[in-house]
């Protein structure tokens, strides 16, 4: 194995996992939610998908803030420069979707007629009236991002696998 061009500090280690294990959560109940049988399962996965959606906004939030004050370590000097550049445009693609994707659930649900209960301890305050048509768009966003966001993930996990498994280098170490 090469040697890891230094590692993540570990506050950003702790974004980064924390953040995944939630998403890797959140992305098959928000895949199943439709399919539930209406009533009070359903209601507690979508107050279960609301609630954690919300953590992520605010991880997230805080991850960025984190990243923007404490530049990442230089990439590996042994990867290619198409790689790192890819690299670079998934991480990126990977926040703005995790930024703006709760907002769009969070005001589909309010133009549904929802609130968006965090825990059952306190409501957010509804960004929106309620408006059954633009439900329908916010939450089709919402899917959207979601659905590009597990493909984006997917590429992540792709990646650091090959560079762990097939390359054997230490990417996969910065972060772990």
Known sequence: MTPAAG?????AKIFHWTVAVLVLGMIPVGLSLESLPKGPIQDAFYAAHKSTG???????IGRLAFRLANPPPPPEPTLPRWQVAVAHANHWALYAILLVMPFFGWAGSNAFGA??????????????S?????????????ATLGLTAAALILLHIG?????RFVKKDAVLARMT
């Not at 590692?7 to 506050?11: A, D, F, H, K, Q």
């Not at 919300?54 to 997230?60: A, E």
């Not at 309620?130 to 089709?140: H, I, M």
């Open 7 to 11: 590692g993540y500090r570990l506050p």
């Open 115 to 128: 609130p968006v209960s965090v825990y059952g301890l306190f409501t957010l305050p509804d960004l929106v």
């Open 54 to 60: 919300f953590v992520v906004l605010i991880l997230m």
């Open 130 to 142: 309620k408006d059954e048509s633009l439900s329908k768009t916010l939450l089709a966003i919402h």
């Open 159 to 163: 990646a650091a696998l090959q560079h």
